[in-house]
């Protein structure tokens, strides 16, 4: 008979540990998380929480031990395998910090599959802490329920990219200076996506070339407004998502 949480079960604190979960054995959780679970949560020995590991799946856990600095938990019951996400990548250009961290943040939430920097000449950020991208795509994932986290590639060129780009995936160009009609495109075209956003100063005409020229590449309009490059990405996963995600 497995322990029933006092609190509902879709109340519950969620967390990623970044370790391989299996039912019965405990966990040790880092600080910062316990810290949240303690003094944001107020949980303590005793409680349920939900954890998953973008591995194996989500499960309930009891709290064994707590304190100030730490916290340790036992696996008590397997809650759901690790989910399928939709096969959609967003590619973008790095831009302002604040601005940058919201897009990850809100392409987790979408349910962004992977997440790839892309370096174009009017980037203005020239190189990315993945690992503080990575933070915010699983806080994200904490609080959307997500139990699959979003793949994070290094920042490349883009070229390199479009030369490496996969066979079967189509490549959405987010064109602010054209570009065809989402929805139709999306009504013809079924499969494994990537989007591409530009950055604040958007494609130089030799990129938009060189993009235009990829085979698998579609300019796609997002509509007459020229957007930020947060908003063309939420519009774009969205228009995606509704389409062909699982929404
Ligand atoms: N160069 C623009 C700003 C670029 S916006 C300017 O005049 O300031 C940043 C990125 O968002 C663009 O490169 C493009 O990928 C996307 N974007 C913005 N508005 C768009 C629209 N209406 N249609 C398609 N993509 C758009």
Redesign the pocket.
């Known amino acids: 008979m497995t322990a029933t949480p006092a609190w509902p079960l879709n109340s519950l604190p969620r967390l990623f540990i970044d370790d391989h979960l299996s039912l019965d054995n405990s966990y040790h959780i880092e600080t910062q998380a316990a810290h949240y679970l303690t003094r944001v949560m107020r949980r303590n020995i005793g409680d349920s929480i939900k954890v998953f590991d973008d591995r194996s799946g989500e499960y309930l856990a009891e709290i064994i031990d707590i304190s100030k600095r730490h916290c340790s938990i036992k696996i008590i019951e397997k809650l759901r395998a690790r989910e399928e996400v939709p096969d959609l990548w967003l590619c973008a250009a790095p831009i302002k910090r604040d601005r940058w961290a919201m897009m990850a943040e809100k392409a987790c939430e979408l349910g962004i599959s992977a997440f790839v920097p892309i370096h174009t000449q009017r980037t203005i950020i020239d190189k990315i802490k993945g690992d503080k991208l990575r933070h915010h795509m699983i806080e994200a994932a904490e609080q959307c329920e997500r139990n699959a986290l979003p793949t994070m590639q290094p920042l490349q060129k883009l070229k390199p990219f479009l030369e490496a780009f996969p066979e079967n995936r189509r490549l959405y160009f ?3 200076r054209g ?1 065809d009609n989402f929805h139709s495109i999306l009504e013809q075209n079924q499969g494994p996506a990537a989007i ?8 130089t005409d030799e990129e938009n070339a060189l993009i235009h020229a990829h085979p698998a590449a579609q300019g ?10 947060e ?2 990405a939420i519009a774009a996963i969205s228009a995606w998502m509704s389409h062909q995600g699982d929404w």
Not at 220 to 229: E, F, K, T
């Open positions: 987010c064109d602010e570009g591409l956003i530009g950055p604040e100063g958007g494609f796609v309009s997002l509509g007459p407004r020229i957007l930020r490059a908003t063309a």
